[in-house]
């Protein structure tokens, strides 16, 4: 049973190029969120999306960053124009639907390098 | 909005000791959700014990166990008997009782374990 699978683990973009993300949740999860780490700081919520739908950005930069979670397919975090503050660690999650006991199930991780 | 205070960056103890990380929440609900997790050097995120809020038995989870003390908003970890292998950074994170509503993490603690 798989768990929350994050590609790439590593990601190095020029400034100005663009940066996908890519999440696929532990199957039978319907709820994914996504999280971003800066260094030596705690986990910052982004956004939470159930399929084709967003339910919370309210943690999205109101500019260059989008994400979806489509029918088919895995959940992309897009950062467009990427400047050296984008630099991070960005975290998918993933939960059940109606267990909120459950917490999530967190994937390894992107870590996002802008030179 | 709810908030999650650590008020510990670091902490450190001799393996085999005893060793307690605090936390503090804020929150106008009474009902809800609290989670320890474990970041170790890999940078996964480990899921290391939760506390619903209406049960008043303190969660257990081998050497793992907390104080939550409801009135005071207080949610500390005890870990027993340390170990080389619970060096990491410990988030406490809460969340809400309805919905599949985001986890709001606290900033960390990083424990260190002395040989």
């Known amino acids: 049973n798989a768990g929350v699978m994050q590609n790439p683990r590593h990601l190095v973009r020029r400034r100005g190029q663009e940066a996908r993300l890519r999440c696929s949740p532990m199957?039978?999860?319907?709820?994914v969120y996504w999280y971003r780490q800066l260094p030596e700081e705690g986990l910052k919520f982004m956004v939470y999306l159930q399929k084709e739908n967003i339910i919370d950005e309210s943690g999205m930069p109101k500019e260059r960053f989008s994400a979806e979670f489509p029918k088919e397919g895995p959940s992309i975090l897009r950062i467009q124009q990427v400047v050296r503050g984008d630099s991070a660690a960005y975290f998918c999650?993933?939960?059940?639907?109606?267990?909120?006991?459950?917490?999530?199930?967190f994937g390894s991780g992107t870590r996002l390098t802008v030179v | 909005a709810q908030t999650v205070t650590q008020s510990q960056p670091e902490m450190s103890v001799q393996e085999a000791e005893t060793v307690t990380l605090s936390c503090t929440y804020d929150t106008s609900e009474s009902d809800y959700y609290l989670f320890w997790y474990k970041q170790p050097p890999s940078r996964q995120m480990i899921l290391v014990i939760r506390q619903e809020a209406y049960k008043q038995q303190n969660a257990t989870e081998n050497r793992f166990s907390v104080n939550f003390q409801k009135a005071a908003k207080s949610f500390s970890l005890k870990i027993s008997d340390s170990q080389l292998g619970d060096a990491a950074m410990y988030f406490c994170?809460?969340?809400?009782?309805?919905?599949?509503?985001?986890?709001?993490f606290g900033t960390g603690t990083r424990l260190t374990i002395i040989p």
């Open positions: 999650a993933s939960s059940p639907q109606g267990q909120p006991n459950y917490g999530y199930t």
């Open positions: 994170a809460y969340r809400g009782y309805f919905g599949n509503e985001k986890l709001t």
């Open positions: 199957k039978g999860h319907s709820h």
